[in-house]
């Protein structure tokens, strides 16, 4: 990012200042559809071209150029709102002006993305614009005859479904107001609150100091809602602590990136992609995050089985941190969890929507943040002014990827691509769900090797999520697993950014932190499984299911998750040899496809589980009395 002083400095702050304040106007007031989205777009041309230079270490004199494509955006934005009437009825004809300034929109826009998100996306999005135009030369299976640049730019710019289209309007209406809501708690103070908490509610056991990474992870993950955010604030905390147990630099990276990551599924932020689900079902965003509650939870419950049998392998030591009691960070610091509480209550009690939640949750940091005995933390008018900028330094990056994905949304509606796909996996996996699900989990995997957490969604739920319908599976379990697939798909090597981020804090190596990222997060992969294969696992999203379902779908969920870190770890008092760690694992692959229940596929993987581990307590049990007798 390019660094202002002076003039320029007062310029570009009043500039962030007005990109979030556009969106709590249009939170509190009604603006027409395409002018929100628009306004929205032209501060993210504005800021994106003078804020991030054309490379890293360009020169000051680069300023200039980067003023002009800046003021050309704008234009391309002011041109379409001087008769936004007129505009949208040439859609399908566009006049000259339309199509030139349509192709600036267009080619501005992925340079932004290049700067910004990255090369591979913006290559990503340029192969899709370029897929409309050849589309005849493509293979039969997914051809179509192919559109010129008058249709292209009609629809890419002209309507609502390309770069003004659902994913600009998640990042205007919900994305914004929620992204500084979190920046207004980190400017409270709140991190040091959930960092207070997470170590009072460590103990002092092997286990502890790995316990601890984790919720802590958890706890400020939520309101972050970025794994590589949460990931680097606890990793400069946690790893003297790790360390000192007993954790190598790749274990401790991946620990703390394993946990960091969770926060994208962790209410009530969670990320971008969650706000898409809202959009694309028509649900309420409590649904949501009801939906990803216990998901969530069985995240953390499969990273935490993990540590614990771990520890008791590898024999870490117990932390020597004094921290404070629950009872006492509660007293001190408690009122950081008002907000949330606010945020709750309007959801769920007053039934509002999620701009109108997020605003009241704003609100009271800014109220309860005169209650810190720090008066640097205290929200004054000044503190405001820097939490607004900072929130929107942070949401720009966000902005520009949902903007691009616009674009590739576009493709699919108008070339009918993601009917295509879908029909090519209902061919491949010959109407299996379990198939279908396995090539769901292999293309979030490979889309996500080189794509952010919302575009893997993006591109992958409409592709994916009509040919689960189609088999059988809900809509809201559909885009649900793709959208827990995604964030899979960022802690899966080669790629992951998270585990690199840590690594560069704890002295690791990146790849051998992606790979103990991807050990501590094995269990999860199952856990798109659970709600996803079976009626009864539907029931885990609470939307649409019933509890006995729900209590026999997560006492399977629990026992699958400890087998199959029992079988990842192969100890538990002792080593488990090869074999029954083997068992264990395909044990726990199998109660994915038979559910705990009263029939012999129901109770045969669970039973046969369950006396492995007995068997194991018990000979461990009887050696340690053997032991004592002879002593």
């Known amino acids: 990012m390019r660094e202002f002083q002076g003039k320029s400095f007062i310029a570009i702050g009043a500039l962030f200042v007005g990109f979030v304040g556009w969106s709590l106007y249009g939170a509190i007031w009604t603006v027409e559809t395409y002018f929100f989205r628009m306004v929205h777009m032209a501060f993210i041309f504005g800021l994106a071209f003078l804020v991030y230079p054309i490379r890293k270490n360009a020169g000051r004199w680069t300023i200039w150029p980067d003023l002009l494509l800046a003021i050309l955006g704008v234009a391309t934005i002011v041109y379409a709102c001087i008769d936004t009437d007129q505009f949208i009825r040439r859609t399908t004809v566009p006049e000259p002006m339309d199509l030139y300034l349509g192709i600036a929109a267009i080619l ?348 893997t969604y993006i591109m992958t739920v409409v592709m994916v999520a009509p040919a689960l319908v189609k088999l059988g599976v809900p809509e809201h379990v559909a885009h649900l697993l793709v959208f827990y697939f995604a964030v899979l798909s960022e802690v899966s090597p080669p790629v992951g950014l998270s585990p690199c981020a840590a690594a560069a804090v704890t002295g690791g190596n990146p790849f051998g932190s992606m790979m103990q990222a991807w050990k501590y997060s094995l269990p999860a992969f199952l856990v798109p499984f659970f709600f996803s294969t079976t009626p009864v696992g539907y029931s885990l999203l609470i939307v649409g299911g019933n509890w006995p379902d729900f209590l026999l779908a997560t006492a399977t969920s629990l026992c699958a998750l400890l087998f199959i870190s029992l079988g990842v770890i192969g100890h538990l008092r002792k080593a488990i040899p090869v074999v029954e760690r083997a068992l264990l694992i395909l044990v726990a692959v199998a109660m994915v496809v038979f559910p705990i229940g009263w029939s012999i596929p129901g109770l045969a993987p669970a039973v046969a589980g369950g006396l492995m581990v007995v068997y194991h307590l018990r000979a461990t049990r009887g050696s340690v009395l053997e032991r004592g007798v002879k002593a």
């Open 108 to 455: 501005l826009l992925l340079e932004i993305s290049r700067r910004i998100v990255g090369n591979t996306f913006t290559l990503v999005v340029t192969g899709f614009l370029l897929y409309m135009y050849f589309g005849k030369f493509f293979p039969d299976a997914i051809s179509h005859k192919g559109y010129d640049l008058d249709r292209i730019v009609g629809h890419m710019y002209m309507t609502l479904e390309g770069i003004f289209g659902v994913p600009l309007s998640v990042s205007a209406s919900f994305v914004m107001l929620f992204v500084v809501y979190g920046t207004f708690m980190d400017v409270a103070g709140a991190g040091g609150f959930w960092l207070d908490l997470s170590l009072a509610t460590m103990g002092r056991k092997s286990a502890s100091a790995g316990r601890g990474a984790v919720i802590t992870s958890a706890l400020l993950g939520g309101p972050q809602g970025s794994g590589v955010a949460t990931t680097m604030s606890v990793t400069p905390i946690m790893w003297p602590i790790l360390k000192k147990a007993g954790y190598s630099p790749n274990m401790a990276a991946g620990l703390v990136a394993t946990g960091g990551i969770g926060a994208v599924l962790s209410p009530p932020l969670m990320g971008a992609a969650s706000f898409l689900i809202m959009q694309f079902l028509g649900i309420s965003f409590w649904d949501v995050v009801v939906m990803v509650t216990v998901p969530t939870i069985l995240y953390y419950v499969g990273t935490l089985f993990m540590v614990e049998l771990e520890a008791r392998k590898y024999r870490f030591a117990p932390p020597e941190t004094e921290a404070r009691t629950v009872r006492q960070v509660m007293l001190t610091k408690g009122y950081h969890l008002l907000s949330i509480i606010v945020l709750v209550a309007l959801l769920v009690l007053w039934n509002k929507s999620p701009e109108y939640a997020a605003l009241g949750a704003i609100a009271t940091v800014v109220l309860t943040s005169f209650l810190s005995r720090d008066r640097t933390e205290w929200l004054t008018p000044r503190r405001i002014i820097v939490a607004m900028i900072e929130g929107a330094k942070n949401m720009l990056p966000v902005a520009v990827l949902l903007a691009a994905a616009g674009l590739i949304v576009g493709t699919f509606t108008l070339t009918g691509l993601g009917l295509k796909v879908s029909s090519l996996i209902m061919s491949v996996s010959g109407g299996s769900v379990l198939a279908a699900l396995v090539l769901s989990l292999l293309a979030s995997m490979l889309i996500g090797l080189s794509l952010p957490i919302t575009a």
